[in-house]
């Protein structure tokens, strides 16, 4: 019992600790600078290879093969009840969805409260957390925070998509230098390549973003994660359009 008591006291700990990055503020996504943007789409991959699923298309074909989950073993070794706690909320942390998440709240709290942001989210098909930009006040910030939290993974990679409903955000001043603009950035992170969406791969992605940004007046950032995302796609993305490429 007292071993049990022990534990259950570790657990505890280990969680707090592991849950303050929710708390955190950060002026930077995975390194990169975020406090000169005041308009930011942040484009997250949620396939299912981002917690180390198979990724399956629309008709349940399997793209991609699913890896291992570490926390399995460490739980399987304590087991019982309190290893089937560590084995969760060890694999939840160490996926690559887990690790974005927390690049991810702590860039969102540190947004300055005059600055404007949405998420979209990705698979065989999008979602976003928001239908437009919303200000980055407490109350948004802890919406986010608390949709990001439920985010789970599954499907393929429709990262095209993502980015063109980023771009519908942009207003006419996306093309034209003299119009309106109401993006100043778009994040994208993932990790593999494009194959799914009216844009499956990666040329098709590049020529499509020259259309849809032909005035270069949104940045997009790219972070590429894994050793199966395609790295020279995400820094041509980058680099094509003022961004920034960071290869996790």
């Excluded at 887990?98 to 300055?112: C, Q, T, V, Y």
């Excluded at 005035?215 to 994660?225: E, S």
Aim: proline share 2%; charged share 25%; aromatic share 6%.
């Amino acid at each position: 019992m007292k071993k049990l008591k022990s534990l259950a006291l570790i657990i505890s700990i280990i969680s707090l600790f592991s849950s303050c990055y929710m708390t955190k503020k950060s002026e930077s996504y995975y390194g990169i600078e975020t406090a000169s943007s005041k308009k930011i789409v942040y484009v997250i991959d949620i396939s299912g290879s981002m917690e180390g699923k198979a990724e399956t298309n629309l008709q349940g074909k399997v793209l991609t093969t699913a890896g291992s989950k570490v926390g399995s073993t460490v739980g399987n070794k304590i087991g019982g009840t309190v290893g089937n706690i560590i084995s969760k909320q060890t694999n939840n942390q160490l996926t690559k969805l887990g690790k974005a998440k927390k690049e991810l709240m702590p860039s969102i709290r540190g947004l300055a409260e005059d600055s404007y942001f949405t998420i979209i989210v990705f698979e065989n098909g999008i979602k976003r957390f928001n239908k437009s930009l919303v200000l980055a006040n407490n109350t948004n910030k802890n919406l986010a925070i608390g949709y990001l939290e439920k985010l789970e993974s599954g499907g393929g990679t429709n990262m095209g998509d993502a980015i063109e409903d980023a771009f519908g955000l942009a207003g006419a001043g996306a093309k034209d230098a003299n119009a309106n603009l109401e993006l100043d950035a778009i994040f994208v992170l993932g990790d593999g390549d494009p194959n799914e969406g009216k844009y499956p791969s990666p040329d098709q992605i590049l020529t499509k973003v020259s259309e849809w940004n032909s005035a270069k007046r949104v940045k997009i950032h790219t972070i590429g994660l894994g050793e199966d995302c395609n790295k020279e796609f995400m820094k041509k993305l980058a680099d094509q359009n003022g961004g920034q490429f960071v290869d996790k």
